[in-house]
């Protein structure tokens, strides 16, 4: 199910006859910059000064958050294309079953998928958290910050493209849209309740879960669980979403996206039982309190065996405890 996307949009149930009817296109230059593409990039804007912001909170710099952005922003944008395309190879076939290359580098007409990204941004954290030997789940347990402002924001470029769209419903928050000039539907507004969905998890690792952290990784994985429950439910309202190929189970075919999450979920349950019940951490184990240790053994002339790090990452990480120790900050984590 298609909707047009130069007629308006309206939600009949709370605002009446209000209608709202937005070019998709901000400028028409070459391709066209889309109003999609702006949105996305505001978004990562808002998560790169998110992350820059937070980053002394897990025992990280700016730099370190500016040096991965580099690397992270371009390959991710590669991998979401990469995943969609993978999945709807189909669309991409000459008429002799071939590729159509043309049409996959065509990135501007659209054909991009978050999981690409996630897939794609956590490679990216893992070789360069190898190369800058920092803690991998340190550096994830900050990105994931990054992401969700990102995916909250930019679910808001789907609302502008009239696509991302639920089944049709009767609730009183019903999204009006027209599948032609004298037909439309009434649908759930699937962009608008990920993008909450995203905002409260994004306000629970800010201001919950990061200040009663228990091990580098804690963020990550709650991460994924709450991503995943929330993206579960979304994909099964969804009437566009990505099929595993022809697969089916019971009859139905598998979406893709709704299938990684109940994984992604289950997994990240099993991960935080395992590190907070079965395997507890001693909150010196966190990368920000071994950093603020060192710092303070070499502010009293002492050796820190909490601190064992290279010369680099001990230079580097300095600059990290700084602020911490200008503003005396308690150790993270759960002390009981």
């Known amino acids: 199910m298609t ?24 400028l028409h230059i070459g391709h066209g910059v889309y109003w999609y593409g702006i949105i996305l990039a505001l978004g990562m804007l808002a998560g790169l000064l998110l992350c820059m ?6 025992g990280l710099t700016e730099d370190h958050v500016l040096d991965m952005i580099l690397w992270a922003v371009p390959l991710c944008i590669l991998g979401s294309r990469i995943y969609y395309v993978i999945f709807y190879l189909d669309l991409y076939r000459t008429a002799d079953g071939g590729l159509d290359w043309g049409r996959i580098v065509a ?28 803690k991998f789940w340190a550096m994830t347990d900050l990105c994931v910050m990054g992401l969700l402002i990102g995916q909250c924001i930019g679910r808001w470029g789907n609302f502008m493209n009239r696509e991302a769209f639920g089944a049709e419903t009767t609730l009183p928050w019903r999204m009006r849209l027209w599948t032609s000039a004298a037909a439309y539907i009434e649908v759930h507004p699937t962009f608008f309740y990920e993008s909450l969905w ?12 990061t200040k009663g952290r228990r091990f580098d990784g804690e963020n990550t994985w709650f991460y994924f669980l709450w991503y995943g429950l929330g993206r579960a439910w979304v994909e099964g309202l969804r009437t566009d979403s990505l099929y595993l190929f022809n697969w089916t189970i019971m009859g139905e075919r598998i979406r893709v996206s709704q299938a990684l999450s109940i994984v ?73």
């Open 3 to 26: 909707a047009l996307s130069n007629m308006p949009i309206s939600f009949p149930g709370l605002f009446g006859d209000w209608e709202f009817n937005p070019d998709p296109i901000a």
């Open 53 to 58: 912001k937070q980053a002394r909170r897990f």
């Open 107 to 134: 990135i501007w007409d659209g054909g991009l998928a978050i999981y690409g990204t996630v897939i794609v941004g956590v490679l990216v954290a893992f070789f360069y958290t190898r190369v800058k030997k920092l």
């Open 198 to 209: 995203n905002l409260i998890g994004l306000l629970l690792l800010v201001f919950v879960i």
């Open 264 to 336: 992604m979920a289950a997994v990240s349950v099993c991960m935080l039982v395992y590190n907070i019940k079965i395997r507890p951490h001693d909150p010196a184990e966190l990368l920000v309190n071994q950093v603020a240790a060192k710092r303070a053994a070499e502010a009293s002339g002492e050796d820190s065996p909490a601190a064992e790090t290279s010369p680099e990452e001990d230079t580097e990480q300095q600059s990290a405890a700084q602020p911490a120790e200008q503003t005396k900050e308690e150790p993270h984590g759960d002390t009981n």
